[in-house]
């Protein structure tokens, strides 16, 4: 059974950092897109970015609205995925989800809840 | 970037109701189109694939067509578990979702 399951959300005050989890398993996962995902309360699913696999030389890509403050890797050594994230902003409060897939997403975590606030 | 309109933003219906549902896409997408349903408090399951291609497990009352920039998610009859939000995606070009159609009880 895949399993993704996040951890690391909390409060953090604006400008600060977090790093968010991923540990998955079930699933191959070196051979597996992953990615993230954020639902702002109440609000609609909005892509935060993607590292591919090792095949595609684990690039990454990101949603404009994020890019050059978080930051996406992997361990697949540790069948991990990471978000690291940077100069937060009271918008990127968000419940975060770790996501598997290239182009539609067919497995997803629990989510795990960020806070951005003073 | 391609933006992702839904349509409508919410519908009322009813048990054994054929529901529709429409998305469009800024530019083509060909036919590079998921469509997800969610639950309050829960993670979004992908429903269709391709724009028609059922996931696995998924009942068959579900089924999406389209292509180019005209979607549509049709439920043949309303069951009480298919009370929720939905939403399209596109992934030809990055990863963009529309705003969601909340499905809710007439």
């Known amino acids: 059974e895949v399993q993704l399951v996040e951890s690391g959300g909390g409060l953090v005050q604006p400008g600060g950092s977090l790093r968010l989890s991923c540990a998955a398993s079930g699933f191959t996962f070196s051979d597996h897109y992953m990615g993230w995902v954020r639902q702002a309360p109440g609000r609609g699913l909005e892509w935060v970015g993607r590292t591919r696999n090792k095949a595609n030389s684990y690039t990454t890509e990101y949603a404009a609205s994020v890019k050059a403050r978080f930051t996406v890797s992997r361990d697949d050594s540790k069948n991990s995925l990471y978000l690291q994230m940077n100069s937060l902003k009271t918008e990127d409060t968000a419940v975060y989800y770790c996501?598997?897939?290239?182009?539609?997403?067919?497995?997803w975590g629990q989510g795990t809840l960020v806070t951005v606030s003073s | 970037d391609t933006q992702m309109t839904q349509s409508p933003s919410t519908l009322s219906a009813s048990v054994g109701d054929r529901v529709t549902i429409t998305c469009r896409a800024s530019q083509s997408i060909s036919n590079y189109l998921a469509w997800y349903q969610q639950k309050p408090g829960k993670a979004p399951k992908l429903l269709i694939y391709k724009a028609s291609t059922l996931e696995s497990g998924v009942p068959s009352r579900f089924s999406g067509s389209g292509s180019g920039t005209e979607f549509t998610l049709t439920i043949s009859s309303l069951q009480p578990d298919d009370f929720a939000t939905y939403y399209c995606?596109?992934?030809?070009?990055?990863?963009?979702f529309g705003g969601g159609t909340k499905v809710e009880i007439k």
């Open positions: 995606q596109q992934y030809n070009n990055y990863l963009t």
């Open positions: 996501t598997r897939g290239s182009g539609s997403l067919n497995s």
